[in-house]
T-cell receptor
């Protein structure tokens, strides 16, 4: 059973460009959350998708947007990249049900984005 | 607003020692508290999850405790090994949302 997968593993962009990161959740999971982890910091919640809708959002500008597909996979899009967007972007999957609170979120290996 | 703090930011100990990592949170309205391990440049590996109704969880040489009333959790590592060297993150799953609020992590180095 494949866990959470993310692509690409590394990415280099220049300021002002746009980037799309991809995530496939663990089999059986229906909810995808995205986190940004700057160097030396803990991950920060960006947003969460369930049933193809944004369910929760953290304190990130509208330049950050996402999408969830019918197969539960998800994309994170960042427009007008800034140097400060350089970070490890982590995707986590879970099952949105009453029992979900007893389960951990499963994290992917992340995509490391460098903005020059 | 939930804030999670981890102390110390970095810790270096000789192999074989027992050690404790600390995590504090400001809002006791949590569903659970989780401890993760992160190796350099890698994703997160879940170590232990403590439900809000529980006091502790154990897995091998790891033991995590939770005291909601005081807003504290500890991760105890027994008989540390060089392979335990990593960054350890705690995260609270806040009520009303399914988002994790993370601390900044403790960077642990076990010296042979």
């Amino acid at each position: 059973d494949a866990g959470v997968t993310q692509s690409p593993t590394h990415l280099i962009k220049t300021r002002g460009q746009q980037v799309t990161l991809r995530c496939s959740p663990k089999s059986g999971h229906d909810t995808v959350s995205w986190y940004q982890q700057a160097l030396g910091q803990g991950p920060q919640f960006i947003f969460q998708y369930y049933e193809e809708e944004e369910r929760q959002r953290g304190n990130f500008p509208d330049r950050f947007s996402g999408h969830q597909f019918p197969n539960y996979s998800s994309e994170l899009n960042v427009n007008a990249l800034l140097l400060g967007d350089s970070a490890l972007y982590l995707c986590a999957s879970s099952l949105l049900s009453m029992t979900a609170y007893q389960e951990t979120q499963y994290f992917g290996p992340g995509t490391r984005l460098l903005v020059l | 607003k939930q804030e999670v703090t981890q102390i110390p930011a970095a810790l270096s100990v000789p192999e074989g020692e027992n050690l404790v990592l600390n995590c504090s949170f400001t809002d006791s309205a949590i569903y659970n508290l989780q401890w993760f391990r992160q190796d350099p440049g890698k994703g997160l590996t879940s170590l232990l999850l403590i439900q809000s109704s529980q006091r502790e969880q154990t897995s091998g040489r790891l033991n995590a405790s939770l005291d909601k009333s005081s807003g504290r959790s500890t991760l105890y590592i027994a008989a540390s090994q060089p392979g335990d060297s990593a960054t350890y993150l705690c995260a609270a799953l806040i009520q009303g949302a399914q988002k994790l609020v993370f601390g900044q992590g403790t960077r642990l180095t076990i010296n042979p």
